[in-house]
């Protein structure tokens, strides 16, 4: 409670003095690398640091390879006003030489990805455009990587829905495009609808040829009785 009371009466800056100044962006061998570069900059607006202390407080949240290069800069780089410029230009380097690898496992992770059998259809989309925006960056694309028509087939067969339920999505598809896509398998396997998370149809059952005969809910309670017949021996049966 003292604690609280000094906080409370002497501001921010003898908080920030017992809980630390701010959060510096980490850098590690799987972080992209473009991304952490932005999180610096806005970083460097809002810190209190001084500009000689960036870089060696950046470098001190480091680990992997960027770490094993950081600390063979210069301490007299490291803690001049453009320390972290000095820092940034030894990064690039470090990834511009891993650019293409990065790539190479941006693409297999975006093209090989299927949804997981407990994964929703609006987990599935989230996590399947967060790939394709990763592979995007990687390749400093801003026009498209696939044709819209091309990206909404991707999007469906990576769903991972067996094939008639594919069926009755191509069936809701008018027009093939990846907006379209998207609304039609949130639409029928999405959040709420009660569908299971699995490739396995819920709103289907099996039949003789092992196919599936769907029952939409249309709302409407349908009554199901026994019926009973007489067979030639003048037995009741079901």
Do not use: C, H
């Not at 949804?115 to 929703?120: A, L, Y």
């Not at 044709?147 to 093939?176: F, K, M, P």
């Not at 409407?220 to 019926?227: F, L, R, S, W």
């Amino acid at each position: 409670s003292q604690l609280l009371t000094v906080v409370a009466g002497s501001g921010w800056k003898i908080y920030r003095l017992i809980m630390g100044n701010d959060k510096i962006p980490a850098l590690k061998d799987k972080t992209i690398y473009s991304d952490w570069k932005k999180k610096v900059k806005i970083w460097q607006i809002g810190t209190d640091a001084k500009k000689e202390a960036q870089a060696s407080k950046l470098i001190m949240a480091m680990s992997g390879k960027p770490e094993q290069v950081a600390i063979q800069i210069s301490t007299d780089k490291i803690m001049s006003e453009e320390g972290v410029e000095n820092l940034l230009i030894e990064l690039d380097g470090l990834f511009e030489e891993d650019k293409t690898q990065s790539v190479f496992g941006a693409i297999d992770s975006f093209n090989t990805y299927r949804r997981p059998r407990d994964t929703s259809i609006d987990e599935f989309v989230r996590e399947f455009q967060q790939r394709y925006k990763t592979l995007s960056q990687l390749r400093n694309k801003t026009a498209a990587l696939y044709e819209d028509g091309i990206l909404a087939y991707l999007l469906l067969q990576q769903a991972n829905l067996n094939s008639e339920q594919q069926r009755l999505i191509r069936a809701t598809i008018t027009e093939l495009s990846y907006e379209n896509m998207e609304k039609a398998l949130k639409r029928t396997f999405g959040e709420g609808v009660n569908t299971p998370r699995s490739s396995t149809p819920s709103s289907a059952s099996s039949n003789s040829s092992g196919g599936y005969n769907y029952k939409p809910d249309t709302g409407v309670q349908i009554k199901t009785e026994t019926a009973f017949y007489e067979s030639d021996a003048g037995e009741t049966r079901e």
